[in-house]
């Protein structure tokens, strides 16, 4: 008994480690491994791909495909500005240059977009009044956010406090702002 109890144990254990060894060695065929193909046909130019554009190296790319990137307008003026291109014809210019108080608004330092708005980091000098230009006090920079809509209408400012020195800067569906910062008051 105990010799026929031996041979069912073999033989069971031998089946078992067959039937593993063909569950292990199936191949896998070509429908269960998802595969991708890019294709890249012939390029569209922009209204900005003129021979010798200058662009920032940072460019966004939204989940509808407009690509956010900082443009120069001219090669004599070298100043920066976030355009989004969608497609070879729609470009939407993001400018920069006239808020409210403020001068000298510097290019986006950063910048951010969801599916409704643009949040772009700056520096700018404020305005001084005639009693400031009397007092001969010295111009003072300050960190700001500003919220445009993704048609590059300007909806808001934002003032980002002194004691923090703004490196990024995010933009909820909700309209609360995410500023990424060092600390200035702990250096």
Do not use: W
């Not at 105990?2 to 033989?11: E, K, L, T």
């Amino acid at each position: 008994m105990r010799y026929v109890f031996c041979v069912m144990a073999v033989i069971g254990a031998a089946a078992y480690l067959a039937a593993q060894a063909n569950h292990l060695s199936k191949p896998i065929t070509p429908e269960e491994v998802p595969v991708a193909t890019l294709e890249f046909n012939s390029p569209e130019q922009t209204p900005l791909g003129r021979q010798g554009t200058v662009m920032s190296a940072e460019q966004t790319c939204a989940e509808d495909g407009t690509l956010f990137v900082e443009i120069a307008d001219s090669l004599e003026d070298l100043n920066l500005v976030l355009h989004a291109l969608k497609g070879p014809t729609e470009d939407t210019r993001f400018l920069l240059r006239d808020i409210q108080g403020y001068e000298n608004v510097s290019p986006p330092l950063r910048y951010f977009v969801n599916d409704h708005n643009v949040a772009v980091l700056v520096e700018a000098e404020l305005k001084k009044n005639l009693l400031q230009e009397n007092a001969k006090s010295a111009s003072k920079r300050a960190s700001l956010v500003l919220i445009f809509d993704r048609k590059g209408t300007f909806q808001r400012t934002i003032l980002v406090p002194n004691d923090i020195d703004a490196k990024a800067v995010g933009l909820y569906s909700s309209g609360d702002i995410l500023i990424v910062a060092l600390d200035r008051s702990t250096k």
